[in-house]
């Protein structure tokens, strides 16, 4: 039985984990989850009933939580780049960073476009509010920490970037990272380079329209 994957193109944390299946070329099929596959959706619920995705299925085995999906890939289906170092301390660091932007770049995105959700004027504008004042210290605390790194934790491409590239996508687009953090800036750029995030970036692009915040005209 070949890898399945549920979830939706435009979810961040969705394309967390495809960025990893892609980086290793690792056959998969994806069933999307959205109104025109109710049989999808009734899988995905039986198999996962807190309702969150993405969901792997390996070989009849559910998986969950990105990170400890893309841990399980490294286990199970191994390929040429390595996602978690063998070094243990190099593989705390990467595990602390793939938490760092889950926790304090993409959860303020998802509070400000939760907010947004409920049409309620106050409630979008508290939401934007909050969002940036979490997203400034996030960046200011990157822009330090990325100094002389190519990826997140050095040279090597790692779980931790898969993280960071949806993360700080969907971030700029609700708090624009400013000119002030060229060096973030310039990470976001190369992330949005690279072949695994761009197809990933690419096969979400019709659903755009449905940013509730408004999609920029870039990226």
């Given at each position: 039985?070949?890898?399945?994957?549920?979830?939706?193109?435009?979810?961040?944390?969705?394309?967390?984990?495809?960025?990893?299946?892609?980086?290793?070329?690792?056959?998969?099929?994806?069933?999307?989850?959205?109104?025109?596959?109710?049989?999808?959706?009734?899988?995905?619920?039986?198999?996962?009933?807190?309702?969150?995705?993405?969901?792997?299925?390996?070989?009849?085995?559910?998986?969950?939580?990105?990170?400890?999906?893309?841990?399980?890939?490294?286990?199970?289906?191994?390929?040429?780049?390595?996602?978690?170092?063998?070094?243990?301390?190099?593989?705390?660091?990467?595990?602390?960073?793939?938490?760092?932007?889950?926790?304090?770049?993409?959860?303020?995105?998802?509070?400000?476009?939760?907010?947004?959700?409920?049409?309620?004027?106050?409630?979008?504008?508290?939401?934007?509010?909050?969002?940036?004042?979490?997203?400034?210290?996030?960046?200011?605390?990157?822009?330090?920490?990325?100094?002389?790194?190519?990826?997140?934790?050095?040279?090597?491409?790692?779980?931790?970037?898969?993280?960071?590239?949806?993360?700080?996508?969907?971030?700029?687009?609700?708090?624009?990272?400013a000119e002030?953090?060229?060096?973030?800036?310039?990470?976001?750029?190369?992330?949005?380079?690279?072949?695994?995030f761009a197809?990933?970036?690419?096969?979400?692009?019709?659903?755009?329209?449905?940013?509730?915040?408004?999609?920029?005209?870039?990226?």
């Amino acid at each position: 039985m070949p890898l399945a994957l549920y979830g939706h193109p435009f979810s961040s944390y969705t394309q967390k984990v495809l960025i990893a299946l892609y980086e290793n070329d690792l056959p998969f099929e994806f069933r999307s989850l959205g109104p025109d596959t109710p049989q999808h959706a009734a899988e995905w619920q039986r198999r996962w009933p807190l309702r969150k995705f993405p969901l792997l299925v390996d070989d009849d085995r559910n998986v969950v939580e990105t990170s400890i999906i893309i841990e399980h890939l490294q286990l199970q289906h191994p390929g040429p780049v390595r996602l978690i170092p063998t070094d243990a301390a190099a593989a705390l660091e990467t595990r602390f960073l793939d938490r760092f932007f889950d926790l304090h770049v993409m959860s303020p995105v998802q509070h400000a476009v939760g907010e947004a959700l409920t049409g309620i004027a106050e409630k979008k504008e508290e939401g934007l509010a909050y969002a940036a004042s979490k997203l400034e210290a996030a960046y200011a605390w990157l822009e330090e920490y990325l100094v002389d790194r190519t990826w997140a934790t050095g040279q090597d491409f790692s779980m931790a970037d898969c993280a960071a590239a949806p993360a700080l996508f969907y971030a700029d687009w609700v708090f624009p990272i400013a000119e002030r953090f060229p060096v973030l800036r310039a990470y976001r750029a190369r992330l949005l380079a690279r072949p695994s995030f761009a197809r990933a970036v690419d096969e979400a692009r019709y659903f755009r329209p449905y940013f509730p915040l408004g999609a920029p005209d870039r990226d």
